[in-house]
């Protein structure tokens, strides 16, 4: 069965220091997510993407971050100067066009130092 | 910002009881309702899903709830398993393409 799957699955960085979670969304998908859950909280929306372009943000989803496709099948999300606030396990996810139901990659924990 | 509210962080139910997960919303915006399930160590994974015309949608075990005028959802698990022991998280689309989880339900289901 296909599956979203996410690189690495833990990252730890110095706060300032960039990072660029990857994803590959299933590949019949055209909608992608990105989210957050920071430990014990609720899992936030960050960013939809369709288009080749940025559907809808959060306000948490400031200009530190930025989420590109650049190819074919890779959804990346960059944190430019990360904070120590930004760690927390990103989860990427992907759907189709005509249903809402998203399919979860396994997560990215981040953790900033 | 808790647009999407799950009240209740844990619930045990006996393994063949029904487990009744509970979720409560304020944007009547909302138009469409996703309940996930979650793992440790994976993500969500999708559950079921009701839209806000209907009022009701099964699929097998499960059964979800709509009461737009409360601006409740509820998810029915029967028989409860203990495969079933998991997080659930509600979440709710607006118009847009944005969607709001709920903080999540800790399930246990005792054998």
């Known amino acids: 069965e296909p599956e979203v799957t996410q690189t690495p699955s833990h990252q730890v960085t110095q706060m300032g220091q960039e990072v660029i979670l990857r994803c590959v969304p299933i590949s019949n998908h055209l909608y992608f997510y990105w989210y957050r859950q920071i430990l014990g909280q609720k899992v936030e929306f960050l960013v939809s993407?369709?288009?080749?372009?940025?559907?809808?943000k959060s306000e948490i989803f400031d200009d530190q971050f930025s989420v590109e496709r650049p190819d074919g099948s890779n959804f990346t999300l960059k944190i430019r100067s990360t904070k120590l606030e930004d760690s927390a396990m990103y989860f990427c996810?992907?759907?189709?066009?005509?249903?809402?139901?998203?399919?979860f990659g396994p997560g990215t924990r981040l953790t900033v130092t | 910002d808790q647009q999407v509210k799950q009240n209740s962080p844990s619930l045990s139910v006996q393994e063949g009881r029904i487990s009744i997960l509970n979720c409560d919303y304020t944007n009547s915006m909302f138009d469409y309702f996703l309940w996930y399930k979650k793992y440790p160590a994976e993500g969500p994974t999708f559950l079921i899903s009701i839209s806000s015309i209907k009022d009701k949608n099964e699929d097998g075990r499960f059964t979800v709830f709509l009461n737009k005028s409360a601006k409740h959802l509820s998810l029915h698990i029967v028989p409860s398993q203990p495969g079933d022991s998991a997080v659930y998280f509600c979440a709710a689309k607006s118009t847009g393409n944005q969607f709001y989880f709920g903080t999540g339900t800790s399930l246990t289901v005792i054998p």
């Open positions: 996810a992907s759907r189709v066009i005509f249903r809402y139901e998203q399919y």
């Open positions: 993407f369709y288009n080749n372009e940025i559907s809808e």
